[in-house]
């Protein structure tokens, strides 16, 4: 990750924060299989959803909370 201040014009300041695809998607790949395992969906036993079917309906949310968490972390 690589931050950078872009602009800085007395009390206004712009930043710029890098992250690479990778890093994103480890951290999704993580989290989709952590609820893999305590998600229930109608059609599958618990525990048993498939990864692909819950980055169908959960990546973007899933996205919008790990770039959140990343915003926090710098």
């Given at each position: 990750m690589?931050?950078?201040?872009?602009?800085?014009?007395g009390l206004?300041?712009?930043i710029?924060?890098?992250?690479p695809a990778?890093?994103?998607e480890a951290r999704l790949?993580?989290?989709?299989?952590e609820a893999k395992d305590k998600v229930q969906l109608k059609g599958f036993r618990p525990g048993k959803v498939?990864?692909?079917?819950?980055?169908?309906?959960?990546g973007k949310s899933l996205m919008a909370e790990i770039v959140?968490?990343?915003?926090n972390e710098t």
């Open positions: 690589q931050v950078t201040e872009t602009k800085a014009e206004k300041r712009e710029e924060i890098v992250v990778s890093d994103l790949q993580t989290r989709l299989f498939p990864v692909a079917h819950l980055r169908k309906m959960y959140n968490e990343i915003l």
